[in-house]
């Protein structure tokens, strides 16, 4: 059940420790807490954190949507690893204290190297409590899991081709091809099993360590797997692989946006009872106290693309009775399978009004991101909408990983977008739209309006409560600039920190007086 509360957007990738290895770890979500809690703050929202391919840094398109990625594993206290190994990998990444962002394939091969230390301790020396854990693990999750660990052993062996370039009898799954691999990759495979045995107990003991403080998990259910993974390997009929998805033309991107994902097959997706997507909200709800689904209009009509890059793109279903009648079908399957986890709908870009309108019916809060809620059309003359006008039914917002942070926009969409601002946010008296610079007293008085919507959430990214510029993503780019932002320092040290410590104090003012804290 939602209960009124404030919260913090932050990836993992992006959470730094004392002791993490360069890249966010699972354990760092306890002192994410720690800190979150000091400013008032009770829920964290995580973006995926499913294992991607080693070129791969998009969380949005993963090798799995149901592995977690290996590289979060938390190292410190792991059986079977040696302090030394430890303190050599450390002084290998030149962490803690490094300042440079350290390349993701190196942190990954640091880690692995070190996890499969872990492996080896389990097979020579676990004792039969621990063995009988992990067969528990892997016959409750055998369902995705086999596949995942044959086609991650797989990955390894054609030196990461894709799948449809491996030989044919592997990649059609013939039956004898798959039985004689997994009698010659048992042993890869049954490391890639327990990796994720280690990865799922760390954020299960996680989980409860946040609900025994009264706190929240959020995860990011994405809206699909990439085209080489292994869920669109193991179930390709389930898919159309003639088409891949995108989003439509818009006023950012006037011939669309490919993203390169696979297109289900909505279809045969319904016919089977949509048990994969099924099969996904049961895995994360053993994880997550809320869940936030990605492009959730793309499960009532999906924009997707020919693979010939001048083809037309166009929405499946085509018609509205039927757009809506799927989507609401996905959703209640969702909600069928989510039990006491709460569900949450990332409906922005261009969405029809029936799609909030459904959303309503169904009880599931969408976004308010307070730059692009406008009355009238949208055109950059009309007022803001005071965000004490938002529904209740809602997660309001200053931005996404998607967008630029707070202060960047501020600083760059102008001084009459600012006053427009100011005046729907009725703080024009305490700030001045002709300062480029986003003064403290300013972002508190828009915290201070955002916060006390009506809005059952306020999930705020990390860098919008201090101020911070760096921003997570540029949608519709790929580089180094992508997916790798890391806090400015260790969070025990941000703790410590007297002027963040002064600043943490304001925020928790803030979020108790909108009966947050």
């Not at 097979?123 to 992990?134: G, W």
């Not at 009698?183 to 996680?206: H, V």
């Not at 399978?337 to 409906?347: M, N, Q, R």
């Amino acid at each position: 059940m939602l209960k009124r509360s404030a919260g913090i957007l932050i990836p993992l990738f992006s959470i730094r420790t004392v002791d993490d290895l360069g890249r966010g770890e699972i354990g760092g979500l306890m002192p994410m807490l720690r800190w979150a809690l000091s400013m008032g703050h009770r829920t964290i929202q995580l973006l995926p954190i499913n294992e991607t391919a080693p070129s791969e840094a998009s969380p949005y398109s993963a090798l799995s949507v149901f592995a977690i990625d290996p590289v979060y594993i938390t190292i410190e206290g792991l059986a079977g690893v040696p302090a030394k190994a430890l303190s050599q990998a450390h002084e290998e990444l030149g962490v803690p204290g490094e300042a440079r962002p350290i390349p993701r394939e190196q942190v990954r091969r640091v880690k692995l190297g070190l996890l499969q230390v872990a492996y080896r301790w389990f097979r020579e020396s676990a004792d039969r409590a621990e063995r009988a854990s992990v067969a528990e693990f892997e016959n409750r999750n055998a369902s995705w899991l086999d596949d995942y660990a044959l086609f991650r052993a797989l990955k390894e062996e054609f030196k990461w081709r894709a799948w449809q370039e491996w030989p044919a009898a592997i990649r059609d799954r013939e039956p004898e091809a798959l039985a004689a691999a997994r009698g010659k990759f048992a042993e890869s495979a049954a490391m890639y099993r327990y990796l994720q045995y280690l990865a799922e107990a760390q954020l299960r003991s996680i989980r409860s360590r946040y609900l025994a403080a009264g706190a929240s998990l959020v995860g990011d259910l994405a809206f699909s797997p990439s085209v080489d993974s292994a869920e669109v390997w193991a179930n390709r009929d389930q898919f159309d692989l003639s088409r891949l998805v995108g989003a439509p033309p818009d006023g950012f991107n006037p011939a669309g946006q490919r993203w390169g994902l696979p297109m289900p097959n909505w279809e045969r997706m319904r016919a089977r009872g949509w048990s994969l997507l099924r099969a996904r909200m049961r895995h994360a709800r053993a994880h997550y106290d809320l869940v936030r689904i990605d492009h959730v209009v793309g499960l009532y009509r999906t924009y997707n693309f020919p693979l010939d890059p001048g083809g037309a793109g166009r929405f499946t279903p085509a018609a509205e009775a039927d757009q809506r009648a799927q989507g609401e079908a996905i959703l209640r399957a969702l909600q069928e399978e989510a039990g006491g986890t709460a569900l949450i709908a990332e409906d922005l870009g261009l969405i029809p009004p029936w799609v909030r309108e459904s959303l309503r019916a169904l009880s599931i809060p969408g976004y308010k991101v307070m730059r692009w809620e406008r009355e009238g059309q949208g055109d950059p003359t009309d007022p803001f909408i005071a965000p004490a006008h938002y529904p209740g039914l809602s997660l309001a917002t200053t931005g996404t990983h998607d967008t630029e942070t707070l202060a960047q926009w501020w600083q760059e969409c102008g001084a009459s977008q600012r006053r427009l601002l100011l005046e729907g946010l009725g703080i024009a008296q305490r700030a001045n739209p002709n300062d480029d610079s986003l003064a403290e007293t300013t972002l508190d008085g828009i915290l201070e309006a955002l916060y006390a919507a009506p809005s059952i959430l306020v999930i705020e990214p990390v860098q919008d409560l201090f101020g911070w510029k760096e921003r997570i993503n540029f949608p519709g780019t790929v580089g180094d600039e992508n997916w790798r932002w890391r806090l400015p320092a260790a969070i025990e040290h941000l703790i410590e920190d007297p002027e963040l410590a002064r600043r943490g104090a304001r925020l928790a003012a803030i979020a108790a007086r909108s009966g947050r804290a």
